[in-house]
């Protein structure tokens, strides 16, 4: 089993939908969890962060994380053609002394004019 | 706002060759990290640094060796270029326990 998993895609949403992005993970001790876009040819840019479960929202954005299902989402409202990225899940459970994240293979988003 | 920059963008090598690719973050941030990110295959973690001269290996070390001699600085060395090191290399830096940023990238073509 993979240590962080996400569903390739594409997920092709119309302009103005929600986009619902999803990922698992398989360490119950992993602590920190992000979600990073990634436009292609460019580098991953943070978009959200989350420590506790529950929903935080930011803007058009929503991470929402549950802890007890190894769950973390990403909701995208009033979704963009702009939004069109791949769209990384990272995990950290903060072994040693640093913070190495591991990092899912990323969901392509498509949103359709 | 955190700046983690890249020494180039493009770069193309012969095999055999010596390629330093350098790092540099301006936010006083411990953590260092460089991955390659190839289709298919996601990001991978080549080396991390927490400390100057500080190192430890990550998933895929081999043919690579990395320096910190200096907190804002972390070069990634490829000692003998080969054709299957051919990828995006990413760095990014992070304090300690905390979100990690990402510099734009070297796109690396070794012919």
Redesign the interface.
Known sequence: QKEVEQNSGPLSVPEGAIASLNCTYSDRVSQ?F?W?RQYSG?????IM?IYSNGDKEDGRFTAQLNKASQYVSLLIRDSQPSDSATY?C?V?N?GG?????I????TLLAVQP | DVKVTQSSRYLVKRTGEKVFLECVQDMDHENMFWYRQDPGLGLRLIYFSYDVKMKEKGDIPEGYSVSREKKERFSLILESASTNQTSMYLCASSRLRSEQYFGPGTRLTVT
Do not use: H, I, V
Request: hydrophobic share 30%.
């Open positions: 920190s992000f990073y460019k580098s991953p840019e943070l962060s990384l990272a950290n903060y002394a640093t913070n190495k994240l990092f899912g293979t990323g």
